[in-house]
């Protein structure tokens, strides 16, 4: 018997890194999966069938069930027909991953409206057309797995990721919202930030110091992104039915908890400020709860634990 014994699942993107190594893992616990991926290229170029149909054989191959579909997240017909497919060929729809993503990291002031808009396509609007494609069915058969997929570059930042970052931390809120609009229709939705070894993750430039590339390689290596996957695999069962609107962070063997926001520090003053009050009273009040501008290696530092 697996945890996932009965239930379908769409994974888009999983033809590779992540996706792929869930997709495996949801049909080894006996998930039905239909496996999405374009082929496209790291930053949204071309598309094969390859990648898709690879993953779908190996599950096949392995004696579970699959199909693969080779639409794009970033149409919401395409993923009309994604959960038509899946209801049609393989029975129905439970669970949705969605890792899909492409990037076009540029410094923010030499970013082009089209770098913008095609990252914020794939993963924000990515993430809007698949889940809303399928949140009916999931309301009306009472029952949905929704695991959305965020990165530490939305929650802390990232150098030369306006783009993608913003696009990440819209995908927190999407999350939250929808957890708290179904969870009396047992339908959970959480949000994985996954640190992977991955390609979307090899594209971005090595470190010109040395000892940085060293120390990426080795942080790289201990993140496999088959260490992902028994995360998701749980969030999708029927047991996670209580967990929803979570943030987690996984780098190999580690699993974080994120917080949300909420208030740290208030100040009042009777009959409201002035910008002179502000800068005199109220900021050097708030000075002492200001966070850090730091990225993923100041809040996670160091080497992975396995």
Aim: hydrophobic share 40%.
């Amino acid at each position: 018997m697996g945890m996932l014994d009965g239930r379908v699942a769409i994974v888009a993107g999983g033809g590779r890194g992540v996706g792929a190594e869930v997709a495996k893992m949801f049909a080894a616990n006996g998930a039905k999966v239909l496996v999405n991926d374009p082929g496209v290229g790291g930053g949204g170029e071309g598309g094969e069938q390859g990648p898709a149909e690879a993953i779908a054989n190996e599950i096949k191959a392995g004696g579970g069930d699959a199909v693969p579909n080779f639409g794009s997240v970033a149409s919401y017909e395409d993923c009309l027909g994604m959960v038509q497919q899946a209801r049609d060929e393989l029975g129905g729809l439970h669970i949705i991953f969605n890792p899909a993503g492409i990037l076009r990291d540029r410094m923010f002031h030499k970013m082009s409206p089209d770098d913008w808009q095609d990252v914020i396509d794939v993963h924000l609007n990515g993430h809007f057309n698949v889940n809303r494609a399928a949140i009916n069915l999931f309301r009306e058969q009472e029952y949905g797995r929704i695991i959305m997929c965020s990165s530490t570059s939305g929650l802390l930042g990232n150098i030369g990721q306006a783009n993608y970052g913003a696009a990440k931390m819209g995908i927190v809120g999407l999350s939250r919202i929808v957890a708290m609009e179904s969870k009396s229709k047992n339908v959970t939705s959480n949000v994985i930030c996954p640190s992977a070894d991955t390609r979307m993750t090899r594209s971005v430039p090595t470190p010109k110091d040395p000892d940085a590339a060293k120390m990426r390689e080795e942080r790289l290596s201990r993140s496999p992104a088959d260490a992902i996957a028994p995360l998701i695999t749980y969030l999708a069962s029927e047991g996670a039915g209580h967990v929803t609107g979570q943030i987690f962070h996984q780098r190999g063997g580690e699993l974080s908890l994120y917080g949300q926001p909420r208030p740290t520090r208030m100040v009042h003053h009777d009959g409201g400020w002035t910008p002179e009050l502000i800068a005199e009273s109220a900021m050097p009040a708030l000075e002492n709860q200001f966070v850090d501008i730091a990225n993923s290696r100041a809040v996670h530092p160091g080497l992975p634990m396995n």
